[in-house]
Structures are given as C-alpha cells and as structure tokens.
C-alpha cells in the first residue's frame, strides 16, 4: 500500500460526487522522489527541471499561473500595438474611426505633460485597490495587533460589502452584459419576454435602485431563466452565461448602502471590545470619509478610456486587432494576481511629440522582510526594474537598487547612444541628486535582447516556495 497517499476532509454526497468511478482501471499514484523535494534552508535554491515538474504539477494552481504567464504576452507588446495601430488609421483613414469612438478617445489621451506624468503614477499607486486609504491602513494594524480569526472575519465581512456598494454601477452593467448575451444564445421568443423583463432594471442610478433591481432580478428574471431551463435542458452557452449571470446577481445582493453601514456597525461593535475609546472614534471618523470621498470618481483619461474600452467586449476593435485586444486583458489580470510579486506601473504618453510607452515594476517585500527593514535599514534594498520604448530611438531597460538613499543604477539603451554614455551618466547622476538621492554605481551598457520579462519571471518563480496552492 503506498505511504503517501492524500488524507483530506470528507466531501458530503452531493451531485453524485461520490459515484464509483466508472474505468476499470485503478488510479495510478505516483510517488514522491524525497531527493526531487526543495528542503529549506538548502544552501543552494536553484531547482532543476525534475524538480520544477514535481511542484508545478497538473493539480497546481500556481502551475497553471504561470503557463498562462509564459504563453500571454507582455503588457508592453499588445498595449503599446495596439494604439500605434490606432494612430496610423487616424493618420491614414480618419474616417475609419467615428469621432465618439473608444480607441480615438483612447489615443487622445495619450497626451500628456511632465506634471502629468507624475500625476498618472500617483493615480494608479492610490488606485491599484479599491482597499487604500487611512481607514483600510488601520484595519491591517488592527488585524496585526489583535491576532484574532474572528476580528479578521469581522474585517473581511466589512470589505466585502464595501466592495459590493462602490462596485453597484459596474456589477449592475455586468448583469445587463449578461442578460443581453443569454438572449442572443436562447430562440427568440423566449429572448423576447427576457428583454421586457430586462427593461425593468433601473440602469439610470443603479447605485440608488439596488434594492429595486435585486427584487426584479430574483421574482422575475431568475424565475423565468429557471423555467427555460427546466423546459429545454440547455446545457450549451446559455447555462454557462446564465452561472455568470448569478454569480454577479450574488455580488449586487450585498451591495446596498444599507448593508454597509449594517456591516460596519457590526465590526465597531466587535472591536468595542478590543479597542480604546479614542481609536474607536477614529475608525468611525476614516469610515465616514472613505464613504464619502469614494463617491468622487478620481480623474485619469486615460485608464478611463482604457477601462470603458475593454468593458465594452471589443467589438470597436477591428478584426485584425483582436488577439492584441485579449492579450491586454489577460496581461492586466495576470499583473495584478495575488502571485506577483511585482506592483506594476505603465505609462503610455506622447511627450515632445514621441510616443512613450513605459513599464514599472517594484518588487514587493514580504511581511516579515517590512519588518525586519524597519529595524535594520541597512540590509534590505528596494529594487526596482522599468522599462520604456521611444518613437523612433528604441528600447531602454533600467534596474534600480535603492538602499537607504543611496542609488545604483543599471541603464541598457540603443546602440546609437552608448557614444553619449558619459553624459548620460551626469545627468542621471543629476537628477538623483535634485530628488534627494545619492548617486552610487552608474552603469551603462548596449540593450539587445530584453532581459527584465525574463528576470520578472524569475521573481515569480521564486514565489512558489512561499504558497501552497494545490488543489
């Protein structure tokens, strides 16, 4: 009998979950090889190929993560192409693209000024979550202090609704997204009676209606989806829009105003009983202006462009363009997977009538590394890497090591430059010194092949040893 076969919890018999297996075949189980297995604390980390099979296998989350890493092109591959294929219609074939259309307003965007740039990237470092902010920073100290599954559970019950009433408008476009592709994928007339149903959503202030559009959606819709179902045994690409479909309706359920305040007395009610007086206060005060400040929609054209053009399916994109277009998608999902361990900045702009396009990438610091910087900042480094592409000059590749404030600073540019490599030394060395920074080692070599994609990738692996995702 094999030693190492899997224990896990019993599953309750369900959907036939527990039917015998049908193959007269037993399951083959493949033992472990000890000498395959990564140790801790091993001198050295490198794992070869037999090992890399042994973590990443067919039943690995991770594993699948970073298949689909390696077969999504970068960001700077598809964003970038596309609006260069943008601008050469405008430039060749105005009339190709209507006045009001997505791309044009994408491609307009793009204009920019020095102070605008900065701008941009403070924009997508306060946005990256919808969780930043004065209130969700004492949460995490609060969570951090108290140790407590249920003070976390109270927390996380919290962001949930929170989550759920600042993302009504975009959950209730979803569900018309939904409702509009199931009656392309049912016969007419029952696509018909759907529509009329559908109308009776309030779409004009769907953040106020909430209530109203939950009360249409399961006495009315649902109903009627479930007696098609029932009738026609759909098992094709209607049931899997209609899943879709209940998964958003389940979203929008906790999305009212009147949950998150519910939700929110219950966590001060809880934490009256862990904290002091004067901090129950303050998180009563951070709730009322988080409330309040996240009604104001934060101006960016351009992510604004960006984000109505992928939620509108593509269809403005032309055929031609259309690999690019999920290649984006994909690469925005990928970048902000809970496995990178990058935050990831980009900008597209035009400046001095060059198109730039430029990638950021700040590795992130483990908990226990936070931590420990604080108490010794002598020994852990914030390192950076960035890339950028300029019209008609080529690629550059930077990899940056900030220790204190001391800089070191690797530049890789096109071969035409390396001619003016000491000047382009002094005015780097420059402008680190003009922000407050000291200049260490500057050095500058020719960019051939692209080594960062590479060196992210490597970064990603190394997580593999932090996370178990096995399923």
């Not at 224990?7 to 049908?22: C, E, F, M, Q």
């Not at 007419?188 to 009776?200: F, I, P, S, V, Y």
């Not at 590795?363 to 592409?389: C, H, I, M, V, W």
Request: overall charge neutral.
């Amino acid at each position: 009998m094999p030693e190492n076969l899997r224990i896990t919890a019993p599953v309750p018999n369900s959907d036939g979950i527990l039917k015998p297996n049908p193959s007269s075949q037993p399951p083959t189980v493949e033992p472990m090889e000890p000498a395959q297995v990564n140790r801790p604390n091993a001198q050295n980390q490198n794992t070869d190929s037999a090992s890399l099979n042994l973590l990443l296998r067919r039943d690995s989350v991770f594993g699948e993560f970073i298949q689909q890493l390696r077969q999504t092109p970068a960001l700077s591959e598809t964003l970038s192409k596309l609006l260069f294929n943008t601008v050469r219609r405008m430039e060749t074939a105005p009339e190709s693209l209507l006045q009001s259309s997505l791309l044009r307003q994408l491609t307009a965007a793009l204009a920019t000024g020095r102070d605008d740039v900065v701008k941009d990237l403070l924009f997508q470092q306060k946005n990256s979550s919808l969780f930043c902010g004065p209130l969700f920073q004492l949460l995490g100290r609060i969570s951090e202090q108290a140790e407590n599954p249920q003070m976390d559970l109270q927390i996380a019950n919290f962001l949930k609704s929170f989550d759920g009433f600042f993302s009504a408008k975009d959950t209730t476009a979803a569900i018309l997204s939904n409702l509009k592709a199931i009656g392309r994928q049912i016969p007419g007339g029952d696509a018909k009676q759907l529509t009329a149903l559908a109308e009776k959503l309030n779409v004009a202030d769907p953040v106020r209606s909430v209530e109203q559009n939950l009360t249409v959606l399961k006495k009315e819709i649902l109903p009627f989806l479930a007696a098609y179902v029932s009738k026609s045994s759909d098992y094709g690409q209607a049931r899997e829009t209609i899943s879709l479909l209940l998964q958003n309706i389940s979203i929008l359920n906790v999305s009212s105003r009147e949950n998150l305040d519910a939700q929110f007395q219950k966590l001060a009610a809880y934490c009256g009983h862990h904290l002091s007086e004067p901090m129950l206060r303050q998180m009563r005060s951070l709730y009322e202006e988080a409330v309040r400040s996240e009604n104001e929609e934060p101006e960016n054209r351009f992510f604004h462009a960006l984000i109505s053009l992928l939620s509108h399916d593509g269809r403005e994109i032309p055929e031609s363009d259309r690999t690019l277009y999920a290649d984006i998608s994909q690469s925005l999902l990928l970048d902000n997977s809970v496995y990178m361990p990058f935050v990831h900045f980009f900008l597209p702009a035009v400046l001095g009538g060059k198109y730039l396009f430029s990638q950021i990438w700040i590795e992130k610091k483990e908990p226990g590394e936070a931590r420990k910087s604080l108490s010794n900042q002598s020994s852990l480094p914030t390192r950076l890497y960035l890339t950028f592409d300029i019209q008609d000059l080529g690629s550059f590749e930077a990899r940056i090591e900030l220790l204190n404030k001391k800089v070191n600073l690797d530049l890789a540019c096109p071969e035409k430059l390396l001619q003016q490599s000491r000047e382009i030394t002094s005015s780097l060395g420059h402008i680190l010194t003009d922000n407050g920074l000291a200049s260490g080692n500057i050095r500058i070599s020719r960019c051939e092949k692209p080594k960062i994609p590479d060196l992210i990738l490597q970064k990603v692996m190394e997580r593999k040893r932090m996370i178990d995702v096995t399923i």
